[in-house]
């Protein structure tokens, strides 16, 4: 499916920003822009020919502006996909007389069928690393290792179990998939492995079906089918049947799960396992922007228990979340609490503090880093000692906050500064152009600038004495960098009209005279204006509205 343009992109020619109206704005709205902006550019109004160069240049940009936004079909491709759809390849093929709805899903239709050709190269790779460590020498202190210690021995921790998996995919055509994946564990000692090989067909919008083949040395040969389907737009249902072959013979197993849309947010699921196991599950799974909350009971030979969990996410860019669970069974009650916090671009840390009877307390330390989790499930003591929950709990938040610190911040800022810079370097040229275009409107705008301003002072109106444009350094701990920022003054003095300036809520880059002069940095309008003899100051953000005169903004003269 069709991406939309990034903002980069869309910032490069903005055609609302340039004809300075709203993104909902009506036909009258545009035309009206169209004709201020045509009386302003019209290259016939100027006889100096690099001036007449220059005006029929953005003469042009005006009007290539004006004509998408005014047909509907084309306005509608530019909202979802920028100036870039309008170039898409197959775009002959859209008939001008449908419906933008329509439009819209022939674009995506193209779109899809370019993602499909693409399929084939694509392998989606995942992988599991676990290392299982055993450090209950640390705090199950028996009383030969206490002599021990007390005679300067160091307590003893081992690496008693790992676990790695990966798979990858194959997309063999549209609707084929093929998956072929694989693990090693092994566990004091003792270990083996597996490889699996699934096909996938996808049979219709509603279901899918696959079969899997396997074998390794700690299972015998596997063969499983199982298939996916939509029964209702709420209701769906999976089955899963497999043949395993041991030294005991055949083991049949069979697997069917119901789920339902409770609501909106709610999940419903009802599971049932047949086989050396068998089991039935019920649970409930709410999630929300805010949290997840799940509820579950099964009943089975040998696992039967209650589990309930609940996870808080807060709104912030690091996408924390913390989040805690009971779990109570005949094989004890276990209450585990942790949280995760993504550090990087593509990466997520958690910890999750597990104290239970009779497993004692374990730390696990999660990470995610793009398709591959790293875990390192720790147990810490086999009896309920405080102590140990204590460390399990201050200890990873500490560490977390000395390599948060240490480590994390410098690299993600060092990491910010890299890709700012290579953005920047990247739009050099467009930049330079832009800049070339606004010094040219600046220069078409002097004559009607002056008119404008002996109007304005002849009925005491609205007079812009100074306006910036850019990155403004106002953080004391930052007077190391240095302002990016451009004069404006002309240019809103241009768009002045009966003593009122009304900037749109688009970015102020695309306005005519103006340019960005700090690409990828966040980007403010400062300006400096007299009304009614009396000076005032107003600072706006990039894509906020904004209509002066504001009277709250007033300054003293001599400021």
């Known amino acids: 499916m069709a991406s939309s343009l990034d903002d980069d992109e869309i910032l490069n020619d903005d055609y609302y920003s340039l004809l300075n109206v709203r993104r909902e704005a009506t036909q009258d709205e545009l035309k009206a822009a169209y004709r201020r902006l045509c009386m302003l550019y019209h290259p016939d109004k100027h006889r100096d020919p690099e001036l007449k160069r ?22 509608a491709i530019y909202d979802i996909y920028g100036k870039r759809g309008l170039d898409v390849d197959g775009w002959e093929v859209v008939e001008r007389k449908r419906t933008p709805a329509e439009i819209r899903e022939e674009y995506e239709r193209l779109q899809k069928e370019r993602e499909e050709r693409r399929l084939q190269q694509r392998t989606n790779p995942k992988g599991t ?26 307590p003893h921790m081992e690496i008693n179990k790992m676990h790695i998996s990966q798979s990858i995919e194959a997309p063999l055509t ?14 004091n000692g003792n270990g083996g492995g597996t490889i699996n090989l699934a096909l996938r067909r996808v049979t219709s919008t509603k279901g899918w079906g696959e079969v899997e083949l396997g074998a390794g040395d700690t299972h015998g ?46 999940m419903g699921y009802l599971q049932w396992r047949w086989g050396v196991q068998s089991s039935m599950n019920t649970s409930i799974v709410r999630d929300t922007k805010s949290s997840h909350f799940t509820f579950a009971i099964q009943l089975g030979v040998p696992h039967i228990f209650m589990m309930m969990s609940y996870q808080y996410k807060f709104q912030d860019e690091d996408q924390t979340k913390i989040k805690g669970s009971v779990k109570s069974g005949f094989f004890g009650t276990v209450i585990e609490y942790g949280a995760e916090r993504k550090i990087s671009r593509h990466s997520v840390l958690g910890a999750t503090v597990s104290v239970g009877v009779p497993q004692g307390v374990s730390l696990k330390i999660k990470l995610n880093r793009a398709s591959q989790t790293y875990l390192f499930p720790i147990h810490l ?35 910010k500064e890299q890709d700012l810079e290579i953005k920047q370097e990247s739009s050099a040229s467009n930049i330079a152009k832009k ?19 002996e ?39 241009c768009l002045v009209k009966d003593s009122k300036l009304i900037l749109t809520e688009t970015t102020k ?20 204006y007299q009304f009614r003899g009396v000076m005032h100051q107003v600072l706006s953000g990039d894509t906020e509205p904004l209509r002066i005169p504001k009277q709250s903004h007033r300054i003293d003269a001599d400021t």
């Open 54 to 75: 220059q005006a029929e240049q953005l003469f042009n940009l005006v009007h290539e502006a004006y004509e998408v936004l005014r047909e509907p079909q084309a306005r």
């Open 129 to 154: 690393i676990s290392v299982g460590i055993d450090a209950t020498d640390v705090f199950d202190q028996y009383e030969e290792d206490y002599e021990d210690v007390g005679k300067g021995g160091v």
């Open 174 to 187: 549209t609707k084929d998939t093929a998956v072929l994946s694989g693990s090693l564990s092994t566990h």
């Open 221 to 266: 040969p596997l063969l499983a089918m199982k298939i996916f389907r939509n029964l209702t737009p709420r209701f769906f249902v999976t089955g899963q049947c497999g043949l395993q072959l041991s030294s005991r013979g055949v083991r049949p197993g069979f697997t069917t799960m119901l789920a339902r849309h409770l609501d909106k947010n709610t």
């Open 381 to 415: 003591t086999d009896q309920l000692l405080p102590s140990a929950v204590f460390y399990a709990t201050v200890g990873p938040l500490v560490f977390y906050l000395a390599i948060q610190q240490l480590i994390i911040r410098p690299y993600v800022r060092a990491q």
């Open 435 to 453: 800049k070339q275009e606004a010094e040219s409107a600046i220069m078409l705008m002097q004559e009607s600038v002056r008119r404008i301003i």
């Open 455 to 493: 109007t304005e002072e002849s009925k005491m109106g609205l007079i812009i004495l100074n306006a910036w444009y850019g990155k403004f350094v106002t953080d004391n701990s930052r007077k190391h960098e240095r302002a990016k920022v451009i004069d404006v003054s002309v240019p809103l003095q």
């Open 509 to 528: 880059s695309g306005l005519p005279g103006f340019y960005d002069p700090c690409v990828g940095e966040e980007k403010s309008l400062k300006v400096l």
